[in-house]
């Protein structure tokens, strides 16, 4: 079967890192997403691995290890803006298959 | 500007009481999709639509229809709501092979 883990919540201050964590079981996996959701808003794409390694854009970076089933999003010089909830996302099934998962709220503090 | 549209963005209806959410995108992107998200379970996947007139199950199907006849355009229909079908419903597409999914503004949808 499928499954996901994220934790639910992680609080971080202003200006640090934080690294939020993505472990999934899912047969015929292609990659992992990463999605951002503020309060009462929509998911937007962050970042996509497909292969094993590190993927940064600006502030943000991402990784995967496939043999390990594992991800992580990894978030720098964090700012309020950034309080938000995040979403990995593993695509399988022929590519299109997405499963989001209860996402971890993340709660930035002066 | 690309975008995905839904409507309407609020609901209040009746249990039993057929209702359609539209979708739309003007990107010309193949795959089309359908998300419920509710407290404590995240975003689930209702159903997903490769291309025009092809169209599978996701996780929660139950309780939902979906047609795909114009590229453009996927709406989600409850032919019988009931009350838990209350949730925000969102639409999402995507160019097939990327894996970029451009969301829509959602729906909350409340079934009396």
């Known amino acids: 079967g499928q499954s996901l883990e994220q934790p639910s919540e992680v609080t971080a201050v202003e200006g640090a890192i934080v690294q939020i964590n993505c472990t999934y079981q899912t047969s015929g996996f292609y990659g992992l997403s990463w999605y951002q959701q503020h309060d009462g808003g929509a998911p937007t794409f962050l970042s996509y691995?497909?292969?094993?390694g590190l993927e940064e854009t600006g502030r943000f970076s991402s990784f995967l290890s496939r043999s390990d089933s594992y991800g992580y999003l990894l978030l720098q010089e964090l700012q309020m803006k950034d309080s938000a909830s995040y979403f990995c996302?593993?695509?399988?099934?022929?590519?299109?298959?997405?499963?989001f998962g209860t996402g971890t709220k993340l709660q930035v503090i002066p | 500007e690309a975008q995905v549209t839904q409507n309407p963005r609020y609901l209040i209806t009746v249990t039993g009481k057929k209702l359609t959410v539209t979708c739309s995108q003007n990107?010309?992107?193949?795959?089309m999709s359908w998300y419920r998200q509710d407290p404590g379970l995240g975003l689930r996947q209702i159903y997903y639509?490769?291309?025009?007139?092809?169209?599978d199950k996701g996780d929660v199907p139950e309780g939902y229809k979906v047609s795909r006849k114009e590229k453009r355009n996927f709406p989600l229909i409850l032919e019988s709501p009931s009350p838990n079908q209350t949730s925000l419903y969102f639409c999402?597409?995507?160019?097939?092979?990327?894996?970029?999914?451009?969301f829509g503004a959602g729906t909350r949808l409340s079934v009396l």
């Open positions: 996302a593993p695509l399988s099934g022929g590519y299109q298959k997405v499963t």
């Open positions: 990107m010309n992107h193949e795959y």
């Open positions: 691995n497909a292969l094993d």
């Open positions: 639509s490769m291309n025009v007139e092809v169209t």
């Open positions: 999402a597409s995507s160019l097939s092979g990327k894996n970029i999914q451009y």
